[in-house]
């Protein structure tokens, strides 16, 4: 079900009743763009440990801004059988008396949108807005001070336009007239009226459906006695409300506290920390403390999927559509009674009737969907080893073959295979790295040596020294195509004139090692030299 502005104060109630009847809820985001080119160096690398990669998502997250979040919840009804409610919430930040927001376009990522049918004039023109802590204190505060200012020069323009025509209606109409103010947005409606509010002391307002505003000359002893009552409908704890947007729902999810699923989400985790908690730590381990805080309990369901290659025969999947088909093929997922039914609600059916990959509603269904399928696949596999299957396996059975799994979110090319929000990253084991030695060739930086061998290899570069640099590959160790590849690489450039290439030994090639070697050289050979001479080998003052 897609959601805009327009529609989503009156679903709030009800999503509000689902969350908290919920067993689970799946999660996708889509953006203006990943990984930002600026600066130069912030592109992922192998060689990236999760702290350093944090701060590069940090960069782009702090660039790029939410187009659309996918939500999916998950009820359990009788027999195993789990009802999805999935929506498509459209996102803009909010323009109303906060700093103007500003984010980038990758247009990579916009023709990517583009090519699977994204709609753009629902994210510009119906995004449901949102904001941070930190931007809601600051609208708490102008509002507070009557210095709340209007950013849009769009609705300057309408604000313009409405205050005329209620300025030129006012001078001949009696008190207790009205006139109605057309075709005005959700932050319009708002927005004119605390503007004509504040122009105009004989004024009262008051916001009607479909996008119009009543506005009704009254006395000013009347205006005093509507004022901050539950008939003013722009009280500043509503005007809060309506510019938090989706944010009030986000806040209905971190109270919830229910198992939050996703694919790849450590970049969904980055923009939900940022877009609707607060701005983004320098730290690191502030980011992790923060996110374990607001959802106890995340399932990466591609760290999920990439353990299950290891113990079926289940064939390499790269995108979540993927691990989809494979879960649902009967090879598989023989028929299984005990198994897992996934029903879409009646008003939620449209993906039912039609696949919509890299749409933020249909996504979030697939997440939820792998973790049960791949749950029960598990459990089958504990059953096997003398356990009885129940024939209406519970949610928090399907959690205990998870444990593994739980806050583990997968780290995509770096130097750990997941993010640990529970407790310690564990790194990853590579291929061992090649040097390249440079000689004769000044200037030669990372991009040079990534050009000059990607014909053989595609490696990740890393400078060691001033005329060193390292390679590492995210190909596995048993991969024949990698072995041969490396293989062509040390023989073609065993007598290059240039660049001398070979194995990474730790002890021959580390800086650090042979900074301590020259270090522990110079002392041996005092040593030797006091020795020699007759001396103590060392100085006492």
Same mark, same amino acid.
Request: net charge positive.
């Given at each position: 079900?897609?959601?805009?502005?327009?529609?989503?104060?009156r679903l709030? /109630?009800?999503?509000?009743?689902?969350v908290r009847?919920?067993?689970?809820?799946?999660l996708?985001?889509?953006f203006?763009?990943?990984y930002?080119?600026?600066p *130069?160096n912030? *592109?992922?690398?192998?060689f990236?440990s999760?702290?350093?990669?944090? !701060?590069? +998502?940090?960069?782009?997250v702090?660039?790029f801004?939410?187009?659309?979040?996918?939500?999916?919840?998950f009820?359990?009804?009788?027999s195993?059988?789990?009802?999805?409610?999935?929506?498509?919430f459209?996102?803009?930040?909010s323009?109303?008396?906060?700093?103007?927001?500003e984010f980038t376009? &990758?247009? &990579?990522s916009?023709?990517?949108l583009?090519?699977?049918?994204?709609?753009?004039?629902k994210?510009?023109?119906d995004?449901?807005?949102?904001?941070n802590?930190? *931007?809601?204190k600051?609208?708490n505060q102008?509002?507070?001070?009557?210095s709340?200012?209007?950013c849009s020069?769009l609705?300057?323009?309408v604000?313009?336009?409405?205050?005329?025509e209620?300025t030129s $209606?006012?001078v001949?109409?009696?008190?207790?007239?009205t006139?109605i103010?057309k075709?005005?947005s959700?932050s319009?409606?708002l927005?004119v009226q605390?503007v004509l509010r504040?122009?105009?002391?004989n004024?009262w307002?008051?916001?009607?459906?479909?996008?119009?505003?009543v506005?009704?000359?009254?006395?000013? *002893?009347?205006?005093?006695?509507l004022?901050n009552s539950s008939?003013d409908?722009c009280r500043?704890?509503?005007?809060?409300?309506s510019?938090r947007?989706?944010t009030?729902?986000?806040?209905i999810?971190v109270?919830a506290?229910?198992p939050?699923?996703?694919?790849?989400m450590f970049?969904?985790?980055?923009?939900?920390h940022?877009?609707?908690?607060?701005?983004?730590?320098e730290s690191?381990?502030e980011?992790?403390?923060?996110?374990?805080?607001?959802? /106890?309990v995340l399932?990466?369901?591609?760290t999920?999927s990439?353990?299950? $290659?290891?113990?079926?025969q289940f064939?390499r999947?790269?995108?979540?559509s993927?691990?989809?088909?494979?879960?649902?093929s009967?090879?598989?997922?023989?028929?299984?009674?005990?198994g897992?039914?996934i029903?879409?609600a009646?008003?939620?059916?449209?993906?039912?009737e039609?696949k &919509?990959?890299?749409?933020?509603?249909?996504?979030?269904?697939l997440?939820?969907?792998?973790?049960l399928k791949?749950?029960?696949l598990?459990?089958r596999? +504990?059953?096997k080893?003398?356990?009885?299957?129940?024939?209406d396996?519970?949610?928090?059975?399907y959690?205990?073959v998870?444990?593994?799994?739980?806050n583990k979110?997968?780290?995509i090319?770096?130097g750990?295979?997941?993010?640990?929000?529970?407790?310690?990253d564990?790194?990853?084991q590579?291929?061992?790295l090649l040097?390249v030695?440079?000689?004769?060739w000044?200037?030669?930086n990372?991009?040079?040596?990534?050009q000059?061998?990607?014909?053989?290899c595609?490696f990740?570069?890393r400078?060691?020294s001033?005329n060193?640099?390292?390679?590492?590959s995210?190909?596995f160790?048993?991969?024949?195509?990698f072995?041969?590849?490396?293989?062509l +690489?040390?023989?073609d450039?065993k007598h290059h004139?240039?660049?001398?290439?070979?194995v990474?030994?730790?002890?021959r090639?580390s800086p650090? +090692?042979n900074? !301590?070697?020259?270090? &522990?050289?110079?002392?041996?050979l005092?040593?030797?030299?006091?020795?020699?001479l007759?001396?103590?080998p060392?100085?006492?003052?």
């Amino acid at each position: 079900m897609d959601v805009g502005a327009a529609a989503f104060g009156r679903l709030l /109630p009800s999503l509000r009743d689902r969350v908290r009847r919920a067993a689970f809820l799946g999660l996708d985001m889509e953006f203006t763009g990943l990984y930002s080119t600026f600066p *130069q160096n912030n *592109q992922p690398s192998l060689f990236d440990s999760p702290a350093e990669r944090y !701060l590069k +998502v940090r960069q782009s997250v702090q660039r790029f801004t939410v187009t659309q979040l996918g939500l999916a919840i998950f009820s359990k009804e009788n027999s195993n059988k789990y009802v999805v409610h999935s929506y498509n919430f459209f996102l803009f930040p909010s323009t109303l008396g906060v700093t103007d927001v500003e984010f980038t376009l &990758s247009a &990579s990522s916009i023709q990517f949108l583009s090519h699977y049918g994204f709609d753009f004039n629902k994210f510009l023109k119906d995004g449901i807005p949102y904001m941070n802590e930190l *931007q809601e204190k600051s609208l708490n505060q102008r509002l507070s001070e009557g210095s709340w200012r209007i950013c849009s020069a769009l609705d300057r323009d309408v604000m313009r336009k409405a205050t005329d025509e209620v300025t030129s $209606w006012i001078v001949a109409a009696e008190e207790g007239e009205t006139m109605i103010l057309k075709d005005l947005s959700g932050s319009q409606m708002l927005e004119v009226q605390l503007v004509l509010r504040q122009a105009l002391q004989n004024v009262w307002t008051q916001p009607l459906e479909d996008g119009e505003v009543v506005v009704k000359k009254v006395s000013p *002893q009347q205006r005093r006695l509507l004022e901050n009552s539950s008939l003013d409908y722009c009280r500043k704890e509503l005007i809060l409300m309506s510019a938090r947007g989706f944010t009030n729902l986000f806040q209905i999810l971190v109270k919830a506290k229910k198992p939050l699923v996703g694919h790849n989400m450590f970049v969904d985790l980055c923009h939900l920390h940022d877009k609707f908690y607060k701005p983004l730590p320098e730290s690191y381990e502030e980011f992790k403390r923060n996110i374990h805080n607001l959802f /106890p309990v995340l399932i990466d369901t591609k760290t999920v999927s990439k353990s299950i $290659w290891k113990n079926y025969q289940f064939p390499r999947a790269s995108t979540l559509s993927e691990v989809y088909e494979a879960l649902c093929s009967s090879t598989l997922n023989p028929t299984d009674p005990t198994g897992p039914v996934i029903a879409l609600a009646s008003d939620c059916s449209r993906y039912a009737e039609k696949k &919509s990959p890299h749409e933020a509603g249909y996504d979030a269904f697939l997440c939820g969907s792998v973790l049960l399928k791949s749950a029960h696949l598990l459990l089958r596999r +504990v059953t096997k080893c003398g356990d009885t299957v129940e024939a209406d396996p519970s949610f928090s059975q399907y959690l205990t073959v998870l444990a593994e799994y739980l806050n583990k979110v997968n780290f995509i090319r770096g130097g750990a295979s997941s993010i640990n929000f529970s407790g310690e990253d564990v790194p990853s084991q590579h291929p061992p790295l090649l040097v390249v030695r440079v000689q004769g060739w000044p200037q030669m930086n990372e991009r040079q040596i990534y050009q000059e061998l990607k014909a053989l290899c595609r490696f990740d570069v890393r400078r060691l020294s001033e005329n060193q640099f390292i390679l590492l590959s995210n190909k596995f160790k048993h991969d024949i195509c990698f072995h041969y590849s490396v293989r062509l +690489v040390l023989r073609d450039y065993k007598h290059h004139p240039n660049l001398q290439i070979s194995v990474y030994r730790h002890w021959r090639h580390s800086p650090h +090692v042979n900074c !301590l070697l020259q270090a &522990s050289g110079i002392v041996a050979l005092w040593s030797l030299l006091a020795f020699v001479l007759g001396g103590p080998p060392f100085c006492s003052l």
